[in-house]
């Protein structure tokens, strides 16, 4: 995974750093395709916030109820892709990384993110005590198709 290099931020991510947000993406990807709740919400900090079209949900326990009842449902046999457009630090202690993405959900054979499932999503990642987690998570639909990386579209 890797950042959109048009717009290079001035506070760009140290390598470690960035490489232990793409790891907890990462995680959010398998927990996905997993269709795993539980592992889906222990990237999210205990008490993070997530803002969804249609719901607000506060904590790891709201995170975990709400994505299975998903897993069950909408997003049942659906995979999830996310590419990076900017990452960068949030204030001088880097401690907080923002990360822009587009991105959404699939099935699993299909070669783009369909339009009525493209979002842009807003991410918040906190380095606390040496743990980086998701601390807040929101979404929203985006006017167009997301390629699938690789597939030439």
Known sequence: MTT???????????PHDAAAVRGL???????????????FSLVYAPDASVILP??????RTAIHEYMAEAFRGKWK???VLG????MRYVGED???VLLLSEGGAYLPDATEVPTEHAIRAMWFF???DGEWLVDCYANTPMDGVVPMPGSGS
């Open 4 to 14: 959109d290099t048009t717009a290079a931020p001035t506070n760009a991510v140290r």
């Open 25 to 39: 993406i990462q995680r959010v990807v398998a927990a996905w395709r997993a269709q795993d709740a539980e592992a």
């Open 54 to 59: 249609g719901a607000l949900l506060k904590g």
């Open 77 to 79: 046999g659906t995979h």
């Open 83 to 86: 590419v990076p457009k900017e």
């Open 94 to 96: 880097e401690k907080v």
């Open 126 to 128: 906190v380095e606390r």
